[in-house]
């Protein structure tokens, strides 16, 4: 069985960074294409960014050019650097990964932007 474990979710000013990360543990053979979701207040969950497993990468376009998706497949770890945060990114960022065609979720990690 694998799991996936999000961290480095926080409070932050607007302006600031994050970097969240998402880690898998137990049998990680044939993880493919990974993402991060997101959950606003009130809002369905969102796709914010996608990698395949050879680098490519997609985002949504309100956080193109202040977040990037990146992974490091020796350490079965992806990564969001989040710049310029603003408060309409405050939510709950779940990791998503599909491995043999099943997507495993991460339990999520808060991330909070004030103004």
């Known amino acids: 069985q694998v799991q996936f474990v999000e961290s480095g979710g926080g409070v932050v000013q607007a302006g600031g960074s994050l970097r969240l990360s998402c880690a898998a543990s137990?049998?990680?053979?044939?993880?493919?294409?990974m993402a991060w979701y997101r959950q606003g207040p009130g809002k369905e969950r969102e796709l914010v960014a996608t990698i395949t497993s050879g680098g490519s990468t997609n985002y949504v376009d309100s956080v193109k050019g202040r977040f990037t998706i990146s992974r490091d497949n020796a350490k079965n770890t992806m990564y969001l650097q989040m710049n310029s945060l603003k408060p309409e990114d405050t939510a709950v960022y779940y990791c998503q990964a599909l491995r043999v065609g099943r997507p495993y979720w991460g339990q999520g990690t808060q991330v909070t932007v004030s103004s």
């Open positions: 137990g049998s990680s053979f044939g993880i493919g294409s």
